[in-house]
């Protein structure tokens, strides 16, 4: 790094558009490359499609290969997918070419659960490259794993963990009420879920194997139920469509870590346009109790693009491999001037 | 490290008995030490102080030299004192033996404010020994700093950080009650505290140190305000005295990080025996706002001991050094059975 960190803009859908923006927002940061492969935005420049006034001087492209050979990045910002199988391909372009990785990618906040052998090669490759890749956001990446862990610290001793995610779906983007659900019959939203066009929220299982990891527990399963709907009982009108009585008014998604037979670890994220009281909630149940909660809850969308921005210095001066959010030291929000972060190791 | 973590106690205070008492329950954990200068109990056998009917086999020294030159410890657990300056060349004849260190000492916990010299000697030191060093417990050490740090990673913007810890002080030890001054009238309240009797909480300059640097905020000094007795309206009767009205019920320490002429970092510490509700909250200005508490709050000195065992994998696997909680992945309970640490470097 000289003077700034390079970053390398990879995904610019809704969220890579708001990590888009707060990249520039921030001095120390510069974009010296952005990826994607919409074909109507290939070929602009970032600031057109921001929809700011000014020109960033960085052209879209979908030309990764080509785009590597030319940059020199100190980190790739990787938002395109919730899955790892898609995202595989783009972490290891950018390893190949010594670029250190932060993704939204859900799956890739704890893999080692569901994909114990690519994980490991994403780490090997990782560690030959000498960079680091991380997976975070909002959920996954801290308030369903990253506070819980954090939360148990003064425990002498944990039964039982909850988090509850409590989201008034109405006050987020269109594309999210529609993603949930919101206005279908149950016998829409029923046909969706076997279709899989409704998916629920991505990143329970994540979070709980990482919660067991942390705590060195041995689970016997985790265990994560279909998403339920959630009825409305009377018309809500959203930005999105209005929802009728005995309509879905959004989901509910259910996870557990079964340790002896017992749900030791418990996920509740529910989302709807008909919450009265927006929160963010862990119960723990132990030696002592801890029963936090934060009022109106954490903002996903702000929440997701703060924890990548605030992770960047956090993943330039670790370890190389491929980290989890329990490996590396505590999140912290960053200054405007990133400059501060120049003296970091890679 | 072979079979087990060899841990070695210095200090059998209140905190230190209770930690020992920890350390015996944890399987993987073996005590191979314990200092003390309370010559009422050097000689002792440790199960002997600890009231249990077992013995443990170590007999409490106050020849630290003599043990060091004995033993092979991984850990030394220092609770001795909460001032950098006394607890130093306990540190260093750890350090000097090749021993990681955590302390409860209040000022280690981040110590590079008041102290920046003596803090890079520690840190040399322990490089040059190849160990660790921390200081932690629960405040400072968890909820005035780690939590709130950790609490800014979802926001891309912080204004100002309000820690309050309210504690009922009537439901705490009786030496821990008599120390924040309980039952005196205000008069012998004041005098107590111009002749450093009373101290108030010592961390707060610490905690708000800790924030700044891991915020990468520059202060432009720490200002902590003399402890202000609480009065009780009513006579209030508790484990250690009878509170007369008009008289102490307690008191309340207040420190602000002041940043451009402004407080954006409060922390207020209010503990006495009329206190309805105990909670531990975090408010955070900035996009977004955090509004974060926990119910009840936490424990002191059950918090205390547990950040210490809980820490104990977190400082053998570190880079060596002096280390504060903020350099160090997320603090998370430990399972009863600490062998699955002994993978550890060191």
């Not at 994909?115 to 997976?135: C, F, H, M, R, W």
């Not at 009420?177 to 829409?188: A, D, F, N, R, V």
């Amino acid at each position: 790094m000289e003077n700034e960190i390079n970053v390398l803009l990879y995904g610019l859908g809704a969220i890579g558009r708001r990590i888009a923006k707060a990249v520039l927002e921030k001095k120390g940061l510069r974009i010296v490359g952005a990826v994607d492969i919409s074909k109507e935005i290939v070929g602009k420049d970032l600031g057109e499609i921001l929809e700011s006034n000014k020109r960033v001087g960085v052209t879209v492209t979908d030309d990764v290969d080509a785009l590597l050979s030319k940059i020199k990045a100190n980190i790739a910002i990787i938002a395109t997918t919730s899955y790892l199988k898609d995202v595989c391909p783009q972490i290891e372009k950018c390893v190949k070419a010594g670029i250190n990785v932060i993704s939204t990618c859900e799956e890739l906040s704890y893999p080692y659960y569901k994909y114990p052998q690519l994980s490991n090669e994403i780490d090997e490759l990782a560690k030959k490259y000498g960079v680091t890749v991380l997976g975070t956001g909002i959920n996954p990446g801290f308030l369903m794993d990253t506070l819980p862990i954090v939360l148990t610290g003064p425990c002498k001793e944990v039964e039982s963990i909850k988090v509850t995610r409590m989201m008034d779906s109405s006050k987020r983007r269109i594309s999210y009420q529609k993603k949930i659900g919101t206005g279908l019959s149950p016998e829409e939203f029923r046909k969706m879920i076997d279709e899989k066009k409704i998916t629920g929220h991505v990143g329970l299982v994540e979070s709980i194997a990482m919660i067991a990891e942390a705590l060195g527990w041995k689970l016997d399963e985790i265990r994560e139920f279909p998403p339920e709907p959630v009825i409305a009982e009377k018309e809500i009108v959203t930005s999105y469509t209005t929802v009728k009585p005995e309509f879905v008014a959004g989901l509910k998604s259910i996870a557990h870590g079964i340790k002896n037979g017992k749900a030791v670890i418990i996920l509740e994220f529910i989302s709807h346009a008909a919450v009265e009281e927006e929160y963010d909630a862990v119960s723990i149940e132990g030696t002592p109790k801890i029963y936090e909660k934060i009022a109106g809850g954490v903002h996903g969308d702000i929440g997701t693009v703060a924890m990548i921005i605030n992770m960047i210095p956090k993943v330039l001066n670790a370890e190389p491999g491929l980290m989890t959010m329990k490996d590396l030291p505590l999140p912290s929000a960053t200054p405007e001037d990133m400059r501060v972060y120049l003296q970091m190791k890679r």
